[in-house]
């Protein structure tokens, strides 16, 4: 379906640039922003890979399962399905802590392993699992602390002053995060009804 959708964004949009005699503004676009996103991603490159390394080390180190076990009484809650000790909820807490950081990106490894971690607990492979829904929920509202990526890319274009997004960060990812996790209740709620 979304593929359906972005094609027609693309034919629409080619279109009304014929018509209106802007199609070099296209033709500009095609060969500029691929080089602008490639610095992008140069410039996020080292932050991603030291992160994952960090991580990693933290995981090696236990330091993550001290995390989850700081968590596991909010863990009880949020997820009640998972069983106490179970490794999804140590990758469910690095992927938390490394978004709270703001390396959304360097986070990604590790909702992955939480999603296979929790599909082994799945009986219904094919749909997925309450504890999923609220995972993907909350990674995907998840609470900022410090807004790492946004950060560089507002450095990499020379914003005045980067870190004056921070309060704001933060504030509109808790509303987020809690607006999320009331509809997922409500939603799992109606469902079971």
Do not use: C
């Amino acid at each position: 379906m979304m593929n359906k959708l972005w094609a027609l964004f693309i034919i629409l949009g080619t279109i009304f640039a014929f018509f209106s005699g802007s199609v070099d503004v296209i033709n500009n676009e095609i060969i500029e922003y691929p080089k602008e996103i490639f610095e992008i991603f140069l410039s996020m490159l080292p932050l991603m890979v030291i992160w994952s390394g960090i991580m990693n080390i933290a995981k090696d180190a236990g330091i993550l399962k001290k995390i989850s076990q700081f968590m596991q009484p909010l863990f009880r809650i949020i997820f009640p399905d998972i069983p106490k000790g179970h490794e999804s909820l140590d990758y469910i807490a690095t992927n938390l802590t490394i978004n709270m950081l703001g390396i959304h990106n360097a986070s990604t490894p590790f909702g992955l392993k939480a999603m296979k971690s929790l599909n082994e607990l799945n009986k219904e492979k094919d749909t997925a699992t309450r504890s999923m829904i609220t995972f993907l929920v909350l990674n995907t509202s998840g609470v900022t602390i410090i807004a790492t990526d946004i950060l560089a890319i507002r450095s990499m274009y020379n914003a005045p002053n980067p870190s004056d997004v921070l309060t704001v960060t933060v504030l509109g990812t808790i509303i987020t995060t809690v607006v999320a996790l009331v509809l997922d209740r409500i939603f799992y709620k109606l469902k079971g009804k």
